[in-house]
Each structure stands twice: as C-alpha cells, then as structure tokens.
C-alpha cells in the first residue's frame, strides 16, 4: 500500500466523524513526530509538524493534504515520492546456496563457508523455558536443561554436523515458494534416537545475516524430531546475496496553516449588526 493510499483510508475514516479533515493523532498517539510502518521491510515514514515561521518547502508535483494535530491546528501536509525498488529480488526468497554455486563462479566473493570462519570452535546458547539450546559450529547441537547455572540434568542430541548431508542439501534445495529469508544451511544428523520415530533427531542449522551479533535466534521443530535452529551472524551480511533490503524512510513535511482572521462585515462604515 503506497503512503497516499494510507491517508487515503485514513480520510474516508475521518470523513465518518465529525471533522472533515484527517486528524494526525489517527496516524500517531499523542506526539507530533513519530515513525509508522507495517513492518520492517515496508518503506518506514516519519511525520514532521513543522511551526509557521519555519515552513517546508516542497518540490514540483508533491501531493498535499490537510492535517488536525490535537490542538485543532491545520497543517498542509505534503506526501512525498515513492521511489520503485531496484532490489531484483521477489518478496519471496529462498536457500540461495544453489544460486551460489553459479554466482560465485563470476564473482570473487568469500563462500558462506569461508564467511562463517569466525563461529569456528565457538558455542552458542539460546534458553527458551525450560529448556536451553546448545549450538557449536561444525560440532554439535544439543538439547539441554540446566539447573543452578551450569548443572545439566537432562540431555539429547539433536544432531552432529554431516558435510556430506550438508552439501546433498545444499544441491537439492530449490523450493523458492516455501522460503521466507536468505539463508545457507548446515545439516547436523545422527541425534538421540527419537522415542516417537526410532530414528536419530536432526536439526537443519539456517544461518542469515544480521548487523548485529552472532547468537541462536529460533528454534522450531519442523516435524517429530527434526528441527530447523537460526543463527544469526553479521559476516555473511559481507555476501551481497544475504543481505537484507534496508527500509526506505520518508518524511511527510507539514506546514502550519495560519488561521485565517475573521473580518467583521461592514456595511456604510458601521458594523453589521443583526436585528434584535
């Protein structure tokens, strides 16, 4: 939904009360500037009163509509121009290591792998309840609960990591439909044998970018012990294909609408006074 179809909405809700005008507390609470999105990957858009002696001035072609803040106030709001993504990707996305694999042959980037060095002979830990879960890269994934800090009373395996499984995955993967992030998988095998199944447990590690620290994100269980745990690690944000599309943020500039001064109606020199 563009920014003029959400003020659009918003003045056909107005148009059911008793202004005629869209009132800005409709867009935010009781501030004058915030910042309103769907989501993180919908364009971001900041609202700015701005006072009467320090206007906004507009470039050609803006859209303008009128504005109430709290206060009563009219405001002459100007919506600014959206630009059309240049991203190449879908909203959709997929496991693109396949991709890489024809990718890297034409650009001289590090592979996943090689951005994934810095979690060599690193653990990390993610609590959820009662349980925590325990991740080494290249090593193992492990089930846990700990009790007084660091006592573990109880224990399973959810999986050791398997190259060969890893690259059979990587190969095979092509469902770009199901698939809601970039991501590049690790896959660990040959868990604690799953009381349900009789099988061994498994666990697909995911890895995606983040611009923040190495840690466990999620873990959930895709079917009866067989698991899917995130990591997420900023230096595969290094590989331009891993990188998430950052928000584009606007600002909708508002300008103060001086009150327009009633003049008195003067007829032969004198004020128009109505009959008594």
């Known amino acids: ?3 003029t179809q959400i003020l659009v909405s918003l003045v056909i809700a107005s148009l059911s009360s008793t202004s005629s005008y869209v009132s800005a507390d409709q867009i935010f609470p009781t501030h004058l500037v915030g910042t309103f999105s769907r989501n993180n990957r919908e364009p971001k858009y900041t609202i700015e009163f701005l006072p009467e002696d320090s206007p906004f001035h507009p470039g050609d072609n803006l859209e303008s509509i009128v504005m109430l803040d709290k206060q009563g106030r009219r405001f002459l709001c ?8 240049k991203s190449g990707w879908t909203s959709t996305q997929q496991n693109i290591s396949t991709v890489l694999m024809e990718t890297d042959k034409q650009m001289k980037l590090k592979t996943p792998d090689e951005l994934l060095q810095p979690l060599n002979e690193k653990c990390l830990v993610r609590q959820e309840g009662w349980w925590s ?3 080494c890269h290249l090593g193992s994934v492990r ?3 700990i009790e007084d800090g660091t006592k573990i009373v109880q224990e399973f395996s959810l999986g050791k990591y398997d190259p060969e499984a890893t690259a059979a995955f ?8 199901t698939m809601k992030e970039r991501y590049h998988s690790h896959i660990y095998t040959n868990g ?3 009381d ?16 923040t620290k190495a840690m466990v994100t999620s873990i959930t269980e895709l079917s ?4 899917a745990l995130t990591v997420q690690c900023p230096t595969l944000c290094k590989h331009p294909l891993f990188q998430l599309e950052k928000p584009v943020s606007h600002t909708i500039h508002c300008n103060l609408i001086p009150d327009a001064t009633t003049n008195e109606e003067v007829v032969d020199g004198s004020p128009n006074v109505a009959d008594s």
Not at 78 to 85: M, Q
Not at 224 to 227: A, D, H, N, S, V
Request: contains cysteine; hydrophobic residues 30%; proline residues 4%.
């Open 78 to 85: 100007f919506l600014p121009k959206e630009e059309e993504a």
């Open 196 to 211: 349900l199944t009789g099988t061994p447990r498994e666990v697909e590690v995911r890895f995606v970018c983040a611009e």
């Open 143 to 145: 089930q846990l609960h």
């Open 224 to 227: 009866t012990c067989k698991y």
């Open 170 to 177: 990587n190969q095979t993967v092509s469902d770009a439909s």
């Open 133 to 135: 879960y325990e991740f």
């Open 1 to 3: 939904m563009t920014i």
């Open 192 to 194: 604690t044998t799953c």
